[in-house]
T-cell receptor, first 116, second 112 residues
């Protein structure tokens, strides 16, 4: 079975400061990892993914994430946060096997609040 | 705009009724997924179709069913509705099962 944990319900950061949103996962095989963002009354938007290769993944809107296999983590980062980054962020994982197809397991979400 | 469309945007209905939610995937995407988002359960995977065939099932109730048609659009049918079925229902699509999923704007279902 696969699972995802986002240990922080909310992250508060001042504009211009670095932003980190934490995610840890558990899968029985190789993980496919994703980050999505949801703005109020909107659907989820894809930010980035890790399938294989370089542990540092760059995505949309200046976000990046670092895959750490030994710590089973996939933290989302942005060097300098903007007020417009305030939103709900979801980490998701699926097993990298054909049997699991596209079934994604989402974390509970982390609300990011960026203050001016 | 993700390219995934969902209708209707809002739906208000009474307990015991049946509704159908519709989803059109992005052009070229063969996989369609349905999710339910509620405050108490979070984002829950319901079911996935790939090129017309059911491929994965999640926490989908027996009162719910779905299908994907030859033109690749999908419908989610919810019957014998209960108050607890009130939620946001999202459809997502991807090229294949290994690819990122693109989400539609959702259908907000309110059961009264």
């Amino acid at each position: 079975a696969q699972s995802v944990a986002q240990p922080e319900d909310q992250v508060n950061v001042a504009e211009g400061n670095p932003l980190t949103v934490k995610c840890t996962y558990s899968v029985s095989g190789n993980p496919y990892l994703f980050w999505y963002v949801q703005y109020p009354n909107r659907g989820l938007q894809f930010l980035l993914k890790y399938i294989t290769g370089d542990n540092l993944v760059k995505g949309s809107y200046g976000f990046e994430a670092e895959f750490n296999k030994s710590q089973t983590s996939f933290h989302l980062k942005k060097p300098s946060a903007l007020v417009s980054d305030s939103a709900l962020y979801f980490c998701a994982v699926r097993e990298g096997t054909t049997d699991s197809w596209g079934k994604l397991q989402f974390g509970a979400g982390t609300q990011v609040v960026v203050t001016p | 705009d993700s390219g995934v469309t969902q209708t209707p945007k809002h739906l208000i209905t009474a307990t015991g009724q049946r509704v159908t939610l519709r989803c059109s995937p992005r052009s070229g995407d063969l996989s369609v997924y349905w999710y339910q988002q509620s405050l108490d359960q979070g984002l829950q995977f319901l079911i996935q179709y790939y090129n017309g065939e059911e491929r994965a099932k999640g926490n989908i109730l027996e009162r719910f069913s779905a299908q994907q048609f030859p033109d690749l659009h999908s419908e989610l049918n919810l019957s014998s509705l209960e108050l607890g079925d009130s939620a946001l229902y999202f459809c997502a699509s991807s090229v294949g099962p290994r690819d990122e999923q693109y989400f539609g704007p959702g259908t907000r279902l309110t059961v009264t």
